[in-house]
C-alpha cells in the first residue's frame, strides 16, 4: 500500500520539528546505582544534579530532565549519535516553570537548522517520565 501522503521536507526546512520521550525512571534509578555520579556527572549538568537530588524522587527527576533532552535532539534531528548530554540543559526558574539552554554542539546544530525557539512539557508519575520540545525558526 502507497502511503497517500508523503513529507519530502527534512529538519533543515520545516518550520516546525517535534520531539517526545518517554523514560522509564526505573532504569535511570537503575543507572544512578550502578554507575553512581559517573553517570549523572556524565548526562546532567552539575545544576541539574544538584536540583534533582534535593529532591525526594531524585530519579523522577533526574528522568524527566532526561527525557527532555532527549526530546531535544529527537527536534534537531542530528545526523549522527548524539553524546554530549550536557550541553542540553533543563533550568527550572522559581516559577516553577522550566526552560531549555543549549550549549557546545546542541546550540551549534541548533543555529545551523536556524531554529531559535524551544517549548518544552515535562511530566512525571511513579514509573515513567516523559517530554515534549516543539523547536521553531
Known amino acids: 500500500m502507497t502511503p497517500r501522503y508523503k513529507s519530502t521536507l527534512g529538519a533543515e526546512t520545516l518550520p516546525l520539528t517535534v520531539g517526545l520521550d518517554i523514560v522509564s525512571v526505573a532504569e535511570i534509578a537503575a543507572a544512578v546505582d550502578r554507575l ?3 553517570y549523572v556527572d556524565r548526562v546532567f549538568t552539575a545544576e541539574e544534579a544538584a536540583y534533582c537530588r534535593a ?3 531524585t530519579a523522577e527527576h533526574l528522568a524527566v530532565r532526561f527525557a527532555a533532552k532527549e526530546a531535544v535532539v529527537k527536534a534537531l534531528q542530528p545526523k549522527s549519535k ?3 548530554w550536557r550541553a542540553i540543559e533543563v533550568k527550572r526558574h522559581k516559577s516553577g516553570r522550566c526552560e ?5 554542539k546542541a546550540a551549534t ?3 545551523r537548522r536556524g531554529i531559535r ?7 512525571h508519575d511513579g ?3 516523559a517530554a515534549m520540545v516543539v523547536a521553531s525558526r
Do not use: P
Not at 100 to 104: A, D, E, G, I, Y
Open 127 to 129: 514509573d515513567f517520565a
Open 117 to 123: 525557539n524551544f517549548a518544552l512539557s515535562m511530566t
Open 55 to 57: 529532591r525526594a524522587t
Open 109 to 111: 546544530l541548533a543555529a
Open 82 to 84: 548524539w553524546t554530549d
Open 100 to 104: 531549555l539552554v543549549l550549549h557546545r
Open 36 to 38: 553512581g555520579d559517573r
